[in-house]
DNA sequence: TTCCAGGCGTATC
DNA sequence: GATACGCATGGA
């Protein structure tokens, strides 16, 4: 890894890195952009401010870092000890993959915390992402940072209207209690078999396939895990009707994120001319 | 006004 | 097991 240290901050070189593709994606919700090639952010209640220094070569500054952090925190969290160069080649074996990372070639897949992701995800059900990000901004302003299940723990569904959330707060203080009882355990869910895992987060109300499966990748780094929602079952149906190909074995996850964000942008181009 | 959004619970067959 | 429908909210 290439990085420096310049007054307060790191200065990385990174390829295989952009904000815009990584942190404005759909795998996360507070990060927000604060100027062409800067966000705003946190992991747990350690904020950061990262910008972009030099696209060309892929030079960012993680602002106001000691250099333990940048290697305790955000070497983990930006999944900075994977190669996504060798990920992408695997990748291009396949004729639509290939042309997805493409497409958005700095996505990175980001290790968030398991709680915010199994939160996060529970109120993204049925919603769109500008409203999500709403629903958290109201969150995370209430409580100074993203709460805890200990913090949530005396919250009520009617105590939490003002997230204007609707009938996904039922579904998040029941997360609240099961988590906190031990009802779920997220560590068991961090090894067990994915398909149990998966059954383990589905004893929350309002938790299904699709929640469990986006809060084992995102909130867990279980790569093998395939969210499917309304996108990822269009690439299915138009461009895989006999499933993802051999070369994305293990790291469906991964690939899903360059197929999420392709179809996306695909149709809105579409709509747009 | 109607439709839809990184779905899920329930009823019904 | 599969399919249909309602669900809170707000932007398009």
Not at 92 to 98: G, K, V
């Given at each position: 890894m290439?990085?420096?240290?310049?007054?307060?901050?790191i200065v990385?070189?990174?390829?295989?890195?952009?904000?815009d593709e990584?942190?404005d994606?759909?795998?996360?919700?507070?990060?927000?952009?604060?100027?062409?090639?800067?966000?705003r952010?946190?992991f747990?209640?350690?904020?950061?401010?990262?910008?972009?220094?030099?696209?060309?070569?892929?030079?960012?500054e993680f602002?106001?870092?000691?250099?333990?952090?940048?290697?305790g925190?955000?070497?983990?969290?930006?999944?900075?000890?994977?190669d996504?160069?060798?990920?992408?080649?695997?990748y291009?074996?396949?004729?639509?993959?290939?042309k997805a990372?493409a497409?958005a070639?700095?996505?990175r897949?980001?290790?968030?915390?398991?709680?915010?992701?199994?939160?996060?995800f529970i109120i993204?059900?049925?919603?769109?992402?500008?409203?999500?990000?709403?629903?958290?901004?109201?969150?995370?302003?209430?409580?100074?940072?993203?709460?805890?299940?200990?913090?949530?723990?005396?919250?009520?569904?009617?105590?939490?209207?003002?997230?204007r959330?609707?009938f996904?707060?039922?579904?998040?203080?029941?997360?609240?209690s099961?988590?906190l009882?031990g009802?779920?355990?997220?560590?068991?869910?961090?090894?067990?078999?994915?398909?149990?895992?998966?059954?383990?987060l589905?004893k929350i109300?309002?938790?299904?396939?699709?929640?469990?499966?986006?809060?084992?990748?995102?909130?867990?780094?279980?790569?093998?895990?395939?969210?499917?929602?309304?996108?990822?079952?269009?690439?299915?149906?138009?461009?895989y009707?006999n499933?993802?190909?051999?070369c994305?074995k293990?790291?469906?996850?991964?690939a899903?994120?360059?197929?999420?964000?392709?179809i996306r942008?695909m149709?809105r181009?579409?709509?747009?001319?």
């Open positions: 290439d990085y420096t240290k310049k007054d307060k901050n990385l070189k990174q390829p295989d890195f952009d904000l990584t942190l994606c759909g795998q996360a919700f507070r990060w927000v952009k604060t100027a062409a090639d800067e966000y952010g946190a747990l209640n350690k904020p950061l401010t990262v910008r972009c220094l030099d696209k060309h070569d892929g030079v960012f602002a106001d870092t000691t250099e333990d952090e940048f290697l925190v955000w070497y983990d969290y930006f999944d900075l000890g994977t996504y160069g060798e990920l992408k080649r695997r291009s074996a396949d004729e639509t993959l290939a990372c497409f070639p700095g996505i897949l980001l290790r968030q915390d398991a709680w915010e992701a199994l939160s996060s993204s059900q049925n919603n769109n992402i500008p409203r999500i990000k709403g629903i958290i901004g109201r969150l995370t302003e209430h409580f100074g940072g993203y709460p805890t299940a200990e913090q949530l723990r005396n919250e009520t569904p009617e105590s939490l209207d003002f997230l959330a609707g996904r707060a039922a579904y998040l203080t029941d997360a609240v099961r988590v009882s009802d779920v355990s997220l560590e068991a869910a961090r090894t067990l078999p994915l398909d149990e895992a998966r059954n383990e589905m109300r309002g938790v299904g396939p699709k929640v469990a499966d986006c809060t084992l990748l995102f909130g867990m780094y279980r790569i093998g895990a395939l969210p499917k929602d309304v996108w990822v079952k269009r690439v299915l149906a138009q461009w009707p499933g993802l190909p051999e994305v293990g790291t469906e996850g991964i899903q994120q360059y197929l999420f964000h392709y942008n149709e181009q579409a709509v747009t001319v």
